[in-house]
Every structure is written in structure tokens, then in C-alpha cells.
């Protein structure tokens, strides 16, 4: 089975930072890759960023130039460093581990809030 525990989440005032981070553990190898999806109330699930397995990085329009997410592989580790945060940045953030579209695992989410 795999594991994801995710840390970090939080309550930070706009134009603040925050980092991320999602461990994974169990039967991981061959993953294509691992990243962050967030989900705000009333809307469907998004990318917010993901590295696979090239290390080839995809990020949402929405977060490019704010967002950074990095890779520890002797941890299994992923990171979402979170700069200059808007109200709209106010979602659950998930992270997943993808095996090239067989299967995916989710963690159980972190509160990020964005509020003055």
C-alpha cells in the first residue's frame, strides 16, 4: 500500500509563504510522478503543480512565479514552497502519486487558508 502524509498547511496573511510537504512510503517504486492538486470550496480539483519521474515540472498559470515545487528522492519527498499568496490560493491541498494514469494516491489534505 502507499502513504502520503502531507504537513504544512495553515493560516497566513496575503502576500505571506508557506511550504508544503508530502512524504511517501510503502509500495512507491515506479511512480511516473508526484505533485500537488487544490480544491476550493465549490470547485473541482486542480493542478497546482507536479514533477515526474524526468523531472520535468508542470505548473498552473495561476501559481507560476509564486509557486515552486521540489523533489527529495532519498526521502521520497515532495515540497510546495508557497510565495506571495493571494486570497484566491485559499483551498485544501492534496498531494498525489501517479503510476502513468493506472493508478493514483491521494493524501488527506492540508488546510491552506489566505485571510487578512
Request: proline share 2%; glycine share 12%.
Given at each position: 500500500?502507499?502513504?502520503?502524509?502531507?504537513?504544512?498547511?495553515?493560516?497566513?496573511?496575503?502576500?505571506?509563504?508557506?511550504?508544503l510537504?508530502?512524504?511517501?512510503s510503502?509500495?512507491i517504486?515506479?511512480?511516473?510522478?508526484?505533485?500537488?492538486?487544490?480544491q476550493?470550496?465549490?470547485?473541482?480539483?486542480?493542478?497546482?503543480?507536479?514533477v515526474?519521474?524526468?523531472?520535468?515540472?508542470?505548473?498552473?498559470?495561476?501559481?507560476?512565479?509564486?509557486?515552486?515545487i521540489?523533489?527529495?528522492?532519498?526521502?521520497?519527498?515532495v515540497?510546495?514552497q508557497?510565495?506571495?499568496?493571494?486570497?484566491?490560493?485559499?483551498a485544501?491541498?492534496?498531494?498525489?502519486?501517479?503510476f502513468?494514469?493506472?493508478?493514483?494516491?491521494?493524501?488527506?489534505?492540508?488546510?491552506?487558508?489566505?485571510?487578512?
Amino acid at each position: 500500500q502507499v502513504q502520503l502524509v502531507e504537513s504544512g498547511g495553515g493560516l497566513v496573511q496575503p502576500g505571506g509563504s508557506l511550504r508544503l510537504s508530502c512524504a511517501a512510503s510503502g509500495s512507491i517504486s515506479g511512480f511516473y510522478a508526484m505533485g500537488w492538486y487544490r480544491q476550493a470550496p465549490g470547485k473541482q480539483r486542480e493542478l497546482v503543480a507536479r514533477v515526474n519521474i524526468g523531472a520535468n515540472i508542470n505548473y498552473a498559470d495561476s501559481v507560476k512565479g509564486r509557486f515552486t515545487i521540489s523533489r527529495d528522492n532519498a526521502k521520497n519527498t515532495v515540497y510546495l514552497q508557497m510565495n506571495s499568496l493571494k486570497f484566491e490560493d485559499t483551498a485544501v491541498y492534496y498531494c498525489n502519486l501517479d503510476f502513468f494514469g493506472l493508478q493514483n494516491y491521494w493524501g488527506q489534505g492540508t488546510q491552506v487558508t489566505v485571510s487578512s
